[in-house]
């Protein structure tokens, strides 16, 4: 049960009542914006909680135990507040939310109704909509390992090892030809090797995009094709610095970056195959191993 502050329990057990709710987002940059569904703007714990930001909130569901309690909120893009740009540069993502119970006449008297983290965000043509999830959602995520054979680290972490700052594992590169929204020829990589870059990573260093960062899905001859298309056009001159992927597999840690102690994975498990396999004479079928 939410206990109230004693001036906005008396306020609310008035009758008359004079509410508005606020909202207040904390980008992971450590940027904050306040917005409320009051008529004019409201200021407390100095942030200007704004009044014309359009938000519109859903019906706010409680749920008893550890269910996952869920709110949504739609607002309305604008320049000067929440940006279609913003959103499509995952800005937002995972941006901590708390939503307030607030009497405007007295901005003091106040209550947290809910804390969260933004979730699913759908953008559509001059409007947004975003899932407020509660704070049991975290209980939802994996953790712990996961055996398979891919490797679970990421290329360039602690576990993996692999320092991707070392010369001959980045490249410094510049757009000559922009073929599509995702797909690009550059120059500066004309000495790797054919996919070398695949599952690489991107970071644009100069142009629309500087800052932001983005995945390579394949790597053919000059042209790199990324994951998902970036957050501007990309632009003939935009420069960026790229480092060499992982697909994930034993062969290519061994191979390509003579690191096998360091695998995160289990190449060697049996799969479905050998649970339908059966002796063969002359098989080999000695219980040695078999790599």
Known sequence: MKELPPGLADHIAGGVTTLARCWRLTRRDGVTFGFT??????VFDDIVHRADSG?????MESLPGLAVSNLDVEGALRADAITEADLAEGRYDD???LLYLVNWQDV???VLLRRGHIGEVRRGRG??????RGLAHRLDQSCGRSFERGCAWTL???RCGIDLTAAGRLADIAVTMVASRMSFAVSGIGGFAAGAFANGRLVWTGGANEGLSA???RHVGDVLTLLLPPARAVTVGDTARITLGCDRKFATCRDRFVNAPNFGGFPHIPGNDFILSYPVKGGGNDGSSLF
């Open 55 to 59: 938000f519109t909130p859903s019906a």
């Open 108 to 110: 003091t008297q106040r």
């Open 95 to 97: 941006a901590e939310c």
């Open 127 to 132: 409007g947004f909509s975003a899932e407020l």
């Open 156 to 158: 360039g972490d602690a």
């Open 37 to 42: 569904d009051h008529d004019r703007d409201l």
């Open 215 to 217: 995945e390579i899905l």
